[in-house]
């Protein structure tokens, strides 16, 4: 069972371009988190999905992010027209449903760095 | 809202110590809480997990507490080596994780 994968590793951007983040989820879990840390920074919560649901966003920025988690296929953190404040590694987590108000284990995924240039 | 605090931010000890990492939380309202280790440029990798009903979990040289009603985690490491060198975090967890700051740990030899 290979662990939480994202990709890609390490990412370039000019100004104004649009970044891509992917992350495939652990086998069997269904919700996935994303997070942002900024150099010398925590981590800060960005959103949390299932499938094909957005459920909490309240970390987003409101202009320009996007995250889905489709039926098939990774979950997608999607940046429009970058800009240098958006240079951080993002982070994606993710864990199995819950079942009533137990708490389930997240794993990570080693993060994608995003340098805007 | 949930704030969760570290102390120390820093630490710097020498090899063979016995160490206290603590965490504090505003709202005992969680689910569990979380130890991960951070290395420098590197992803976060899960410690240990302590359910909201549990007191402790251990796994090796680790020992994790909580007590929910105060708000309040520590992380013992017994016996430090300079392979335990790292960011501590914790995270307190009802539907999303909220981080601490961390504990950024130097083990000299």
């Known amino acids: 069972n290979a662990g939480v994968m994202q990709n890609p590793r390490h990412l370039v951007r000019r100004r104004g371009q649009e970044a891509r983040l992917r992350c495939s989820p652990m086998?069997?879990?269904?919700?996935v988190y994303w997070y942002r840390q900024l150099p010398e920074e925590g981590l800060k919560f960005m959103v949390y999905?299932?499938?094909?649901?957005?459920?909490?966003e309240s970390g987003m920025p409101k202009e320009r992010f996007s995250a889905e988690f489709p039926k098939e296929g990774p979950s997608i953190l999607r940046i429009q027209q970058v800009v240098r404040g958006d240079s951080a590694a993002y982070f994606c987590?993710?864990?199995?449903?819950?079942?009533?108000?137990?708490?389930?284990?997240?794993?990570f995924g080693q993060g994608t760095r995003l340098t805007v240039v | 809202k949930q704030e969760v605090t570290q102390i120390p931010a820093a630490l710097s000890v020498p090899e063979g110590e016995n160490l206290v990492l603590n965490c504090s939380f505003t709202?005992?309202?969680?689910?569990?809480l979380q130890w991960f280790r951070q290395d420098p440029g590197k992803g976060l990798t899960s410690l240990l997990l302590i359910q909201s009903s549990q007191r402790e979990q251990t796994s090796g040289r680790l020992n994790a507490s909580l007590d929910k009603s105060s708000g309040r985690s520590t992380l013992y490491i017994a016996a430090s080596q300079p392979g335990d060198s790292a960011t501590y975090l914790c995270a307190v967890r009802k539907d999303k994780l909220i981080f601490g700051t961390g504990t950024r740990l130097q083990v000299f030899p």
């Open positions: 086998k069997g879990h269904s919700h």
């Open positions: 987590a993710s864990s199995p449903q819950t079942q009533g108000s137990g708490g389930t284990e997240a794993f």
């Open positions: 709202d005992s309202a969680i689910y569990n």
């Open positions: 999905l299932q499938k094909e649901n957005i459920i909490d």
